[in-house]
């Protein structure tokens, strides 16, 4: 009997062989990956997990758990050689209770972060956690990674937003931890374990999610100003005045939104004249909008007299709500259109970061002329994506210039990230893409603990090998 005839004998669900088929399932969302794979299954249930997950642990075949493989550090995708299926879970997507009063969701893995919201929303509650490829990624996914976005600095990541898991250990036992507590101090905490792991320790097949009062009104402002000190000094006062209120705080240079406006149809800056920096900061409450805008209004007016900003917009719509919005969302996808780029996912003490961005700046645009700088990111978090495009001057031909240089880019800005005690995935976690430039900055103690546990939770290596550690 073949292995695909073996594993259909146990699993009557949905497995694709044919390789056109298999195709989208085997390269990541940004196309620099691609691996190949016995099968691709789709089970719609938990049970039906489990008896692949068996299956896979008794004939020596890994497993690679997908989602929407969104993923931007390669972790969804199979390696290039080896037995591997993957598992994805995009036909289990149930919800499975919504608890009002306990202000709490539960759900299959293979929810979209997307329908994840909409449910929450029927309910009248809220879901915060929001990113740019919510209408794919899944919840479980989301959880692997323990995902950001745009809304950490008032609700957290996802596992801050998590109260229970169930599991698909690598032996295809399910471990039901699909508690909705917001105490439990019973000994090793199993779920946290899971959350982050990218699909190396287990199957997510389940969660518990928490769930929020919806806010009644929301305001975004754009706001001008000189440098990232400058946002520093505005997001310490917008904390100081309205913490509780404060959703997002985000930074932005003004060649991330001239390569929006170059890419985007109709996207514009709401302001009349340029600036080096930009600041996309949100206000959300159970206040009127009305309130709301006053209060915005009163805490710029405060940072125009201090000098911090130099000019900002206020949105008085829900379009000019969502155009605001949509040139911070946007600029992944422009800079993509700009041709190769280099990214970096980091993470830094928030007070570090207006002289990290000069200094290294400066270091890297003094070495490479072939680059240019496109730095954004979730300045409220300490999250940067501090990434690199083409220089203007560098034709389209001359790009492998530019990839030339990735590997020297990334050790320079990663050992300043180390050096600041930093972290170089803040959100994106590591997958395959990551994975060695971690190892080298952990000390000898933490390999050892995290090759310890990943033995224990998967002693055959057969759960996604390869990613997070070798
Ligand atoms: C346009 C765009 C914007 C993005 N913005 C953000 C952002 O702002 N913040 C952010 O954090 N990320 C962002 N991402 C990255 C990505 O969307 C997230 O990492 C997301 O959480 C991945 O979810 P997914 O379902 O697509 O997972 P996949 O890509 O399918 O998988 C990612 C990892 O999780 C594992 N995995 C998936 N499902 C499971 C499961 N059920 N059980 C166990 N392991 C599993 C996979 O093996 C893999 O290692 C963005 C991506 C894109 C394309």
Redesign the pocket.
């Known amino acids: 009997m073949s292995l695909i005839d073996s594993l259909a004998s146990v699993f009557s669900g949905k497995i694709i062989s044919d390789p056109t088929d298999m195709a989208a399932f085997l390269t990541d969302?940004r196309g620099k990956w691609t691996g190949v794979a016995l099968a691709v299954v789709q089970p719609d249930n938990t049970e039906d997990v489990s008896l692949v997950v068996r299956w896979c642990n008794e004939h020596g075949v890994s497993v690679?758990?997908?989602?929407?493989?969104?993923?931007?550090s390669g972790?969804?995708t199979p390696s290039a050689t080896g037995l591997n299926v993957v598992l994805s879970?995009t036909r289990m997507n149930k919800v499975r209770d919504i608890d009002v009063l306990n202000n709490t969701i539960s759900l299959d893995?293979g929810v979209t972060l997307l329908a994840v919201q909409e449910a929450a929303d029927e309910a009248q509650k809220l879901f915060p956690l929001s990113?740019?490829?919510e209408g794919?990624?899944?919840i479980?996914?989301?959880l692997?990674?323990n995902?950001?976005?745009?809304q950490v600095l008032r609700y957290g990541n996802a596992r801050d937003l998590c109260l229970g898991l169930e599991v698909v250990t690598s032996d295809g036992s399910i471990w039901n931890g699909m508690k909705s507590l917001r105490k439990d101090n019973t000994g090793y905490d199993l779920k946290n374990i899971f959350i982050g792991s990218?699909?190396t320790l287990g199957?997510?097949?389940g969660a518990t999610l928490k769930l929020f009062e919806k806010p009644k009104s929301k305001v975004v402002s754009f706001i001008a100003l000189a440098d990232p000190s400058a946002a520093l000094r505005l997001l310490k006062l917008a904390q100081e005045l309205h913490s509780n209120e404060l959703t997002a705080f985000e930074l932005m240079s003004d060649e991330c939104i001239q390569l929006v406006e170059k890419h985007v149809d109709a996207a514009r800056s709401p302001l009349a004249s340029r600036s080096e920096w930009y600041v996309l900061l949100e206000l959300s409450s159970s206040s009127e909008e009305q309130a709301l805008s006053s209060r915005i209004e009163s805490l710029l007016e405060i940072a125009m007299e201090n000098d911090w900003i130099a000019d900002a917009a206020i949105s008085s719509s829900i379009a000019q709500f969502n155009a605001i919005w949509a040139l911070r969302e946007d600029i992944?996808e422009a800079q993509a259109a700009e041709g190769k780029t280099i990214k970096h996912d980091i993470s830094l003490p928030i007070s570090a970061i207006p002289q990290f961005i000069d200094r290294v700046t400066k270091r890297l645009l003094d070495s490479y002329s072939v680059a240019r700088m496109v730095v954004f990111g979730h300045l409220g978090d300490g999250n940067l994506h501090f990434n690199l495009s083409p220089a203007r001057s560098l034709d389209k031909s001359q790009n492998e210039l530019f990839t030339s240089i990735e590997a020297e880019v990334n050790k320079l800005v990663h050992d300043e990230v180390n050096a600041c005690n930093g972290s170089i995935s803040a959100?994106?976690?590591l997958?395959v893409l990551r994975r060695d430039e971690a190892s080298r900055y952990r000390s000898e103690i933490e390999r050892n603990l995290m090759s310890s546990l990943k033995k224990s939770f998967d002693p055959k290596n057969l759960m996604?090998p390869g990613?997070v550690i070798s």
Not at 147 to 150: L, P
């Open positions: 969302w690679v758990p997908q989602g929407g493989n969104t993923g931007l972790g969804a879970l893995a990113l740019a490829a794919t990624c899944t479980g996914g989301n692997a990674t995902a950001g976005g745009v990218e699909g199957v997510i097949t992944s959100e994106h976690g997958g996604n990613k």
